[in-house]
Structure formats: C-alpha cells, structure tokens
C-alpha cells in the first residue's frame, strides 16, 4: 500500500521540548496539508502545501508551528516549546491538483502527540 | 466563512436498518462537499464528495450522500446498516473555486450500529 505514511504514530514528550514529525505523501501527490484533531473534534486546518510552497496557514499555527516541504516530497511539522495544549493527533494528508482537477485528500494514520 | 454542522454527536441504528448521518454546510458560493469515516487511532478515509451535477452521489462501502441545495444539507446514507459501519464520520467542505483551499471538517457523528 502506497499511501500517505507519518513518523512516529506516537510521541510523548515534556513540555518545553521540541518535537519534529514527518509525512510521506503519495507519490504522485503535489498537494500536502497538515491538520490537528483533538478528542470530539474534527479536523482543524494547520497549513497546506503545493509542491515546495507554502501556500495557505491557519491563525492556529502560532510562533512555534513551523512545517516545511523542502523538495516537494515529503514533510516535516515541528513544534518547538512543546505546550500540554498541543496534545493532539496531527494528521497529514495529500491530494493531486492538476488544472481544475483535484482529487480527494487521502489522510495518513497521523502522529498522537502526548505533552506531559 | 465556511462552516459544516453535524447536529448529532451519535446515531444509534439496528443492523439491516437504514440509517442517515446529518451534515448541514455554509460557504458564500458553491459548495464542494465531502464525507470522511474514521476508525479508531486511524487517519480519515474519504468515502464520496459532491462538487456538481446529480444531486445523489453514490460512495464506497454502499454508502450515498443527497445534496439539497434549499436546505444546504447534504446528509449521509445507507439503506441497510453492518455492525461493520460502526465509526465516526465527518462532512467537510470546501467552496468551489474560492480564495481557501482548506476543507473544514464537521465535529464527527459517532454512529454505532447494534446486531
């Protein structure tokens, strides 16, 4: 299966580290988006890339967020300052956008953070 | 602003049954609408979306989605309900041709599915 893969599915860390994840798109993908969810919620819009350009941040993603898509493949989210309210499922996802075409986002198993 | 409401946090439906899971949007233009179904400690997977023409979408899993343009609804369906269906489901949305390229998700509707 050649999905969209995150690294690690889990991370527990002390509040005040700096944690880094990683998503690997589908291959064929040129659109990576990073999403949190917490427990009884949807999905919350972080950022979204096209190829290496960050195209789109939510006002969610404070000082500490920074995610990068370096060759346009895949990504890393990193957040630096670890706070107990960062604790959450950070879920990746990416689609294929061609001329007006563009696909369904296909989601990764995402990455739980615990911040103690 | 976008938004989706999905006003019911769980719907409970007897095997065989048919069963519908609501989600009403807002966007400023047309829509572009989406389900989701999620298992536990899983990532969402995409189950059918709607962007134009008939306004009954048919999906994975037997699954089918109506869009009412008049009631900006655009509710999740099956006409006879598996055990195995039991999971959380989320509308999103996105408006077609709009400045965001962000889907909003609904908060989720458990539906758990009795034998």
């Known amino acids: 299966d050649t999905g969209v893969s995150q690294d690690p599915r889990h991370k527990i860390t002390k509040r005040g580290q700096n944690v880094t994840f990683r998503c690997d798109p589908i291959?064929?993908?040129?659109?990576l988006y990073w999403y949190r969810q917490t427990l009884g919620q949807g999905p919350e819009f972080l950022t979204y890339?096209?190829?290496?350009?960050?195209?789109?941040k939510s006002r969610l993603l404070s000082d500490r967020f920074s995610a990068e898509r370096p060759k346009g493949s895949f990504s890393t989210l990193e957040i630096q300052r670890t706070e107990q309210g960062d604790s959450a499922m950070y879920l990746c996802?990416?689609?294929?956008?061609?001329?007006?075409?563009?696909?369904?986002?296909?989601f990764g198993n995402g990455t739980r953070l615990t911040v103690t | 602003a976008q938004s989706v409401a999905q006003p019911e946090d769980q719907v409970n439906v007897a095997e065989g049954n048919p069963l519908t899971v609501k989600c009403t949007y807002s966007v400023s233009g047309n829509p572009y609408l989406f389900w989701y179904v999620q298992y536990p400690n899983r990532g969402l997977q995409f189950l059918l979306k709607y962007i134009t023409g008939d306004n009954l979408v048919k999906g994975s899993y037997g699954f089918e989605a109506e869009f009412n343009k008049s009631q900006t609804s655009f509710h999740l369906k099956k006409p006879s309900a598996l055990v195995s269906d039991s999971a959380l489901y989320f509308c999103?949305?996105?408006?077609?041709?709009?400045?965001?390229?962000?889907?909003?998700f609904g908060t989720g509707t458990l539906l758990a599915v009795q034998p």
């Open positions: 999103a949305v996105r408006e077609y041709g709009g400045a965001t390229n962000k889907l909003i």
């Open positions: 996802a990416s689609s294929l956008r061609t001329g007006s075409y563009n696909s369904p986002l296909h």
């Open positions: 890339f096209q190829n290496e350009a960050q195209l789109e």
């Open positions: 291959s064929e993908h040129n659109r």
